[in-house]
Nanobody
């Protein structure tokens, strides 16, 4: 399995970006997916997760009501729509996957994920 994230860039305070992560390998719907980020000088932190079926989503408090995670199983892609961006959202964003045949669970712990993408940088200027 390989993950490739893209869509990062420079955006102004209050702006929007959409990140995407393509997943190659096994059947896409058998993977629970997540987005994490590493702000400058900090540890990698959880942002959002989605179950294999797409029926469950979860968000960190810091991004709730501003970010939306979605997946397109036909395109083997997971998205992170980011709105009302703040300087504190500046980070390298990573997508991650773990095999979950049930399709009904989601995961928020970094250690649970098996495969990681290379990261894409998001910079929010004030």
């Amino acid at each position: 399995v390989q993950l490739q994230a893209f869509g990062g860039g420079l955006v102004q305070l209050g702006g929007s970006l959409r990140l995407a992560c393509t997943v190659s390998g096994r059947t896409f719907s058998t993977y629970a997916l997540g987005w994490f980020r590493r702000p400058p000088g900090k540890e990698r932190e959880f942002v959002s997760a989605i179950s294999g079926s797409g029926g469950k989503t979860f968000y960190a408090d810091s991004v709730k009501d501003r970010f939306t995670i979605a997946r397109d199983n036909a395109k083997s892609t997971v998205y992170l729509e980011m709105n009302k961006l703040k300087p504190e959202d500046t980070a390298v964003y990573y997508c991650a996957a773990l095999w979950d045949r049930s399709g009904s669970d989601l995961y928020t712990e970094r250690s649970e994920y098996q495969v990681w993408g290379q990261g894409t940088l998001v910079t929010v200027s004030s």
